[in-house]
C-alpha cells in the first residue's frame, strides 16, 4: 500500500460571521498573537484587550458585514476554492486540508484529523507569498506547537516563501493584463503593511535601513519582508514592461505610524493631488481576495482618490483560483 502525502494550506483567517461578537473574538485571538503584537505579554494585553480590541471591534464588523457575501467571507471561500483545486490538480496521492491560522477551520483542529489519517509526509504550506513572523512564521509555529505534542512525527516539510516563484509572478502578471495598463496614469503595487520594528527584526544588525533593502535581495535581507516585497515587485514590472516612474510600492492597513511606508491611502491621495484620473493597485502580498483587497482597496482608496479629483481606483483581482496559481502551489508541495 502506498502512503499518501498530507497538504496542508494554511490562510490567516477571518470571523466566524460578521456579527459583533464573532470579529471582537476574531480579533482578540489575531491580535494576542505574540507574533502580531510582539510587545511584552502585560503590555499586549493591555492594549490590545483594553483599547484596540473594544473600539476595533464594532467599526471592523461594520466592514465585515459589507464584505460579506452569500458565500460568507471572501478569504475563506477563495482559500477552499483553491484547496479543491488543489485536490483535483495533484491527483490521489496527496491529501489536502485547509487551515486558517485564526478561528476556523483551526490548526489543532485540521492537523488533529491529520495526524489520525498517519501520513508518512506532511507538507505545510502558508498562502503568504513574501515571508513574515506576524503571517508566515506565527502559522509554521502553531503547527509546531501542535505537532510538538504528536507521539509520532512524520517528515514534515515547511514552504517559508515562494515570492519569486515564476509561476507565482506568472499569475499575477496574467491577471494585470486583464487591464490595458496604458488605460492608467500610475500603478501601484500595494503591500500589507508590517510595524518597522518586525522588519528591523529580521536583520541581525536590527536595523533594516542598513541593507539596501529596496533595491536587492541577499542571503542577509532573504526574509526581510520589505526587501521582497519589493523583489516581488520587481519581478511583476519587468514582465509587465512598466517603466521606471510609472508605478509605486506602498504598504496599507497600518495600525500606527511606525509601519512601513509610504502608507498606501497616501500615495492614492497624492495621485490624485497629481491631478491623475485612473489608476491600477495590484496586491500581492494577498492570494486571496479579502477584507484588504476588496473593500480597502476597491471602496476606501476608491473614496479617497475621488475626494481629491480622481475618477478610478481599479484593483487587480487577487491570484483566488487562477489555474497558474493552482499549478505553483503544486510546484511548490510536489518540488
Ligand atoms: C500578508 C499577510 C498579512 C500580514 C503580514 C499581516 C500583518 C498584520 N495584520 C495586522 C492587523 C490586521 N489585519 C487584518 C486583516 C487581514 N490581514 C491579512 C494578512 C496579513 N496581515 C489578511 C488576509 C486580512 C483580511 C482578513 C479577512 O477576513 O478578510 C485585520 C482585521 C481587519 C481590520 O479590523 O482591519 C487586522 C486588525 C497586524 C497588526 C499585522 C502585523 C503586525
Ligand atoms: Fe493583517
Ligand atoms: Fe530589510
Not at 507574533?35 to 484596540?52: A, E, H
Not at 476595533?56 to 477563495?78: D, E, F, M, V
Not at 489543532?108 to 498517519?118: G, I, Q, S, T
Not at 476606501?300 to 502551489?329: A, R
Request: glycine share 4%.
Amino acid at each position: 500500500m502506498k502512503s499518501k502525502t498530507g497538504v496542508l494550506l494554511i490562510n490567516l483567517g477571518t470571523p466566524d460571521s460578521p456579527a459583533v461578537g464573532d470579529v471582537r473574538s476574531y480579533l482578540s485571538q489575531f491580535l494576542n498573537d505574540p507574533r502580531v503584537i510582539d510587545l511584552p505579554w502585560l503590555s499586549r494585553k493591555l492594549l490590545v484587550n483594553f483599547l484596540i480590541v473594544p473600539f476595533r471591534a464594532p467599526k471592523s464588523a461594520k466592514i465585515y458585514q459589507k464584505l460579506w457575501t452569500a458565500n460568507g467571507s471572501p478569504l475563506l471561500y477563495y482559500s477552499e476554492k483553491a484547496k479543491d483545486l488543489l485536490q483535483a490538480s495533484l491527483g490521489s496521492d496527496y491529501e489536502v486540508h485547509l487551515a486558517m491560522r485564526y478561528k476556523n477551520p483551526s490548526i489543532p483542529d485540521v492537523l488533529e484529523a491529520m495526524r489520525k489519517l498517519n501520513y508518512e509526509k506532511i507538507v505545510v504550506l502558508p498562502m503568504f507569498p513574501q515571508y513574515a513572523s506576524a503571517s508566515t512564521g506565527s502559522a509554521l509555529d502553531e503547527v509546531m506547537r501542535v505537532m510538538r505534542t504528536w507521539w509520532v512525527v512524520p517528515e514534515v516539510k515547511f514552504i517559508s516563501q515562494y515570492y519569486d516563484h515564476p509561476k507565482f509572478i506568472e499569475a499575477f502578471v496574467a491577471r494585470g493584463r486583464q487591464y490595458n495598463l496604458a488605460d492608467y496614469d500610475h500603478i501601484l503595487f500595494s503591500y500589507h503593511g508590517l510595524p518597522e520594528r518586525q522588519v528591523d527584526k529580521v536583520h541581525n544588525d536590527g536595523r533594516c535601513a542598513n541593507h539596501n533593502c529596496e533595491q536587492e535581495i541577499t542571503e542577509e535581507n532573504k526574509y526581510c519582508y520589505k526587501a521582497t516585497c519589493y523583489g516581488t515587485t520587481r519581478l511583476l514590472v519587468e514582465k509587465l514592461n512598466i517603466p521606471e516612474g510609472k508605478y509605486t510600492v506602498c504598504f496599507q492597513s497600518r495600525l500606527d505610524k511606525k509601519w512601513l511606508m509610504p502608507f498606501s491611502d497616501k500615495v492614492v491621495e497624492e495621485c490624485a493631488r497629481k491631478g491623475m484620473k485612473k489608476i491600477l493597485v495590484f496586491s500581492p502580498a494577498f492570494t486571496a481576495d479579502c477584507l484588504e483587497t476588496i473593500i480597502e482597496i476597491g471602496d476606501e482608496y476608491q473614496e479617497i482618490f475621488k475626494e481629491h479629483g480622481g475618477e478610478k481606483v481599479q484593483l487587480v483581482e487577487s491570484l483566488n483560483d487562477h489555474p497558474t496559481w493552482i499549478d505553483c502551489l503544486k510546484d511548490l508541495v510536489i518540488t
